[in-house]
């Protein structure tokens, strides 16, 4: 796994911008803290700014081949879903973050980024609920199958995770949006009789922004319910 510059400038309520940069590890979950250009030490990014509130990314985070997802992680959890992209897209405005519309800092926040490799075929679909839960799941096809995402921090299932809550807003990353491998075109969510009852498009991250997907029907989910991705090679 090569290492690569990850990036990303943060705009605050206060009218600061935070410049994020650090080298991380492709295919590795990695802290991104605080530009040394710019701040006496690389810092955590709670740490920098706490109790101010990010009202948006200026420059979402991004890596030479792309992001697979990018969290606020406190205490062990996924507090918040921020946006990502492939170095050098950009975006006419300030990109949101997923499902509100801004996320106040404490102090032990930090800014967790998994950088793709140019071959990593990794699946990611990240969510917010009804409930103000947020949730990444994801999974990395080898070939041909139906792949089931399972949540990155815990290892279970969509309906294990969000039983009982209905998805709000959503985003999915995949290097096989950009071909024909991905059989599904995205993520389908199957209920407890196999059959499909919402999704998500699925966008090319070294390609493409990741654009925040609306949700096509209001589905409450239940504990037997996948979440899946067919694959044709």
Same mark, same amino acid.
């Given at each position: 796994?090569? @290492?690569?510059? !990850?990036?990303? *400038?943060?705009?605050?309520?206060?009218?600061?911008?935070?410049?994020?940069?650090?080298?991380?590890?492709?295919?590795?979950?990695?802290? %991104? &803290?605080?530009?040394?250009?710019?701040?006496?030490?690389?810092? @955590?990014?709670?740490?920098?700014?706490? $109790?101010?509130?990010?009202?948006?990314?200026?420059?979402?985070?991004?890596?030479?081949?792309?992001?697979?997802? /990018?969290?606020?992680?406190?205490?062990?959890?996924?507090?918040?879903?921020?946006?990502? /992209?492939?170095?050098?897209? !950009?975006? @006419?405005?300030?990109?949101? %973050?997923?499902?509100?519309?801004?996320?106040? %800092?404490?102090?032990?926040?930090?800014?967790?980024?998994?950088? =793709?490799?140019?071959?990593?075929?990794?699946?990611?679909?990240?969510?917010?609920? =009804?409930? $103000?839960? =947020?949730?990444?799941? /994801?999974? &990395?096809?080898?070939?041909?199958?139906?792949?089931?995402?399972?949540?990155?921090?815990?290892?279970?299932?969509?309906?294990?995770?969000?039983?009982?809550?209905?998805?709000?807003? *959503?985003?999915?990353?995949?290097?096989?949006?950009?071909?024909?491998?991905?059989?599904? $075109?995205?993520?389908? !969510? %199957?209920?407890?009789?196999?059959?499909?009852?919402?999704?998500?498009?699925?966008? =090319?991250?070294?390609?493409?922004?990741?654009?925040?997907?609306?949700?096509?029907? @209001?589905?409450?989910?239940?504990?037997?319910?996948?979440?899946? !991705?067919?694959?044709?090679?």
């Amino acid at each position: 796994m090569a @290492s690569v510059t !990850v990036k990303a *400038q943060i705009m605050l309520n206060t009218g600061e911008v935070v410049s994020m940069s650090s080298t991380c590890v492709e295919g590795t979950s990695t802290e %991104l &803290t605080t530009s040394t250009t710019y701040s006496v030490s690389a810092t @955590s990014l709670g740490q920098f700014a706490d $109790g101010k509130t990010i009202t948006s990314f200026i420059q979402p985070v991004s890596a030479p081949n792309g992001i697979a997802y /990018a969290y606020i992680n406190r205490r062990g959890s996924i507090a918040c879903i921020v946006p990502v /992209a492939h170095e050098g897209q !950009v975006q @006419s405005a300030p990109v949101p %973050l997923l499902g509100v519309s801004g996320f106040q %800092l404490q102090a032990g926040d930090t800014l967790q980024v998994m950088a =793709n490799t140019s071959a990593d075929r990794e699946f990611a679909w990240m969510v917010r609920t =009804n409930q $103000g839960v =947020n949730a990444i799941f /994801a999974s &990395t096809p080898s070939g041909g199958a139906d792949n089931d995402l399972v949540h990155i921090l815990s290892g279970q299932g969509a309906g294990t995770s969000l039983v009982g809550q209905t998805v709000m807003h *959503q985003c999915a990353t995949s290097v096989d949006a950009g071909n024909s491998k991905l059989s599904s $075109g995205g993520v389908l !969510v %199957l209920d407890d009789k196999g059959l499909p009852v919402n999704g998500c498009t699925a966008t =090319n991250p070294q390609e493409q922004l990741a654009l925040w997907s609306p949700v096509s029907t @209001s589905t409450t989910y239940g504990l037997n319910y996948v979440a899946r !991705v067919t694959t044709s090679s």
